[in-house]
């Protein structure tokens, strides 16, 4: 069981850049794989990045790599999500999920068996 709170969101021009914070209760944060995800209006939830239990693979939405970042602080029971390059098209609520091993497919929202609530992106134009 894990509970995860994002923070970190806001609205910026294209161009610019956030930091996105998930932040996890419980003392087992290191057992799980932790994703990122998005849905902006009208459209479904959508993969961005995952981060395996030590940090040792990462993986990425062709649309955000090279720009994004993830990265996690297991001391700290944080995952974080540097965003550079902002674009519009980034607009959306951004979502946190923990999933536990094993797993198939880090970009699969179906292996994510926890959520936090969610944090609005938007980025003007």
């Known amino acids: 069981q894990v509970q995860l709170v994002e923070s970190g969101g806001g609205l910026v021009q294209a161009g610019g850049s956030l930091r996105l914070s998930c932040a996890a209760s419980?003392?087992?944060?290191?057992?799980?794989?932790m994703g990122w995800f998005r849905r902006a209006p009208g459209k479904e939830r959508e993969f961005v990045a995952a981060?395996?239990?030590?940090?040792?693979?990462?993986y990425y939405a062709d649309s955000v790599k090279g720009r994004f970042t993830i990265t996690r602080d297991n001391a700290k029971n944080t995952v974080y999500l540097q965003m550079n390059s902002l674009k519009p098209e980034d607009t959306a609520v951004y979502y946190c999920?923990?999933?536990?091993?094993?797993?198939?497919?880090?970009?699969?929202?179906?292996?994510?068996?926890?959520w936090g609530q969610g944090t609005q992106v938007t980025v003007s134009s």
């Open positions: 999920g923990a999933a536990n091993y094993p797993y198939s497919d880090p970009r699969s929202t179906r292996e994510y068996a926890y």
């Open positions: 419980g003392r087992t944060f290191s057992s799980y794989l």
């Open positions: 981060i395996s239990r030590n940090g040792g693979n990462t």
